[in-house]
């Protein structure tokens, strides 16, 4: 049956899951429409105040930023470390140990099932903000093309990340600080509270070593056509790096999670 | 009085139970601490561009971050923990408990369950307001404070009828809980004036789901901004909607068969 016969399998669970409960998974996309959108409506403001335009962004500039994030930070969000701590401390991390295959799979389609489905609710609401607030953007066709690879490349980097955070269960039970920790962070740091260059000097610069960046705004500003194929390129190898060393980090703290991690009962 | 006297019974029931989980306090200070450096983060960038927001100036901002704290604080110390019990013992029969007690069953219901630790939040509003209100000082008379007052009053009122009511859905509903998720999110929005929202959003965050009530009329009030029209009107949604939220509640109950029983 091999990878591919694991994932259709798994894709068809969990999508019969969340088509019973569609109301809660609909509910659950609420908050990632509001905050964007408040986010929007406020830079839209200060540009409008400002002259009409803030640094390269116009508040049409900002409009598609901001509906545009929205659909990347949905794309690549997970939700693995709020979950993680409650699979160990009630032991069902046993059932998944059995199985011949790593858990990250399972999750993996997990999230890309839940996301497809979402989103047929998502892109008519990003496409209402967009118009309601009016969008200005005219990114090139290769931008449009290289947006799919980058987009790809952000999920894969968010999802391994967060998964290795999500073993800090492993060793405490009071996960919810340093999640919340980690939240705050992706939310300065990859772009989500305004557009990166308009952070203030030091934010920015530690935006700049941080990978969070490469998971959001990255592939928002580049579909949006402000990045030259040069900037393109080394994002690319930037994703690409951080990729590798989140691949090594997430087998090396499995090992020593797994050895750690105790089912009682079971 | 006799009221006042069992919210203060249960209340002191809370502090025993978390007493005995301290350490979460450790926590919780932590990560209300990191919503105060986000929120003010946030603020931080945007004036970092402009020195008035919509009409607002900063310390206006600070001060409606303190309402939004204060309020926020006071939904997440008692009136989430209770709701989120109503619904659990609706669902299991266990509400039966409360209406055999010789008081009144919504009283009860709604000052049941204290999270005392979330009130770390009430704290950091009540320092955030101080702040402001020494920026805000040399225009603050005592009319727009009596005015913050009660628009404040009105706002706690409104929001409380507000989750009291989907709360009671639950008497027909099974899952209301999710219903509440939504003004948990939309509740973010509060933290900046209602004044920079294009109409129908404005409209939204007045009528439908009621934050601005919570944050920004309050605060409006303070800053002398809110027409004492407005004042009134929102005095007499909060009766309508306290009186709306009474007779629910009490078809509701008329819905209610206990479990065991």
Known sequence: ?266 | MRYLRLAAVYLRLGVFNELEYRGNLVVQVFQSLLGLGTALGGLAVVFSYTDNLGGWAPAELLGLLGVYFVVGGVINLVIQPSMQRLMEDVREGTLDFSLIKPADAQFLVSVRQFQLWRGVDLLIGLGLLGIALRDLGATLGPASALAFLVALAAGGVIVYSFWMMLSTLTFWVVRAENILVIFQSLYQAGRWPLSIYPSWLRYGLTFVVPVAFATSVPMEALSGRLSPAALAGAVVLAALLLWLCRRFWLRGLKHYSGASA
């Open chain 1, 1 to 266: 049956m091999g990878l591919l016969g694991l994932y259709q399998a798994q894709f068809r669970t969990t999508a019969a899951t969340h088509l019973q409960y569609r109301v809660e998974s609909l509910i659950w996309l609420f908050g990632g429409i509001v905050e964007p959108t408040v986010y929007l409506v406020v830079w839209s403001t200060v540009a409008e105040s400002s002259g009409g335009r803030l640094g390269t962004y116009t508040s049409g500039g900002f409009a598609a930023y901001f509906a545009v994030m929205m659909l990347v930070e949905h794309l690549t969000f997970s939700w693995i470390m709020h979950e993680y701590e409650y699979r160990v401390r009630m032991g069902r991390l046993s059932f998944v140990l059995l199985r011949p295959v790593h858990p990250i799979h399972a999750d993996i389609v997990d999230n890309l099932t839940y996301k497809l489905m979402s989103l047929i609710f998502l892109l008519p609401v990003a496409a209402f903000l967009m118009w309601a607030f009016h969008a200005e953007f005219a990114p090139p066709l290769w931008a449009v093309l290289a947006f799919v690879p980058a987009l790809a490349l952000a999920f894969l980097l968010r999802f391994l990340m967060e998964w290795t955070l999500a073993m800090a269960a492993f060793w405490t039970t009071r996960v919810s600080a340093l999640n919340q920790t980690y939240y705050v962070a992706v939310l300065f740091f990859s772009g989500q509270i305004a557009p990166l260059s308009l952070l203030p000097g030091p934010l920015a610069d530690i935006a700049s070593v941080l990978p969070f960046r490469w998971f959001v705004s990255f592939p928002v500003e580049l579909v949006l056509g402000r990045l030259t194929p040069a900037e393109t390129a080394a994002g690319y190898l930037a994703q690409a790096a951080w990729l590798a060393a989140a691949l090594v980090l997430v087998r090396r703290v499995w090992r020593a999670g797994v050895k750690r991690y105790t089912a009682v009962g079971g």
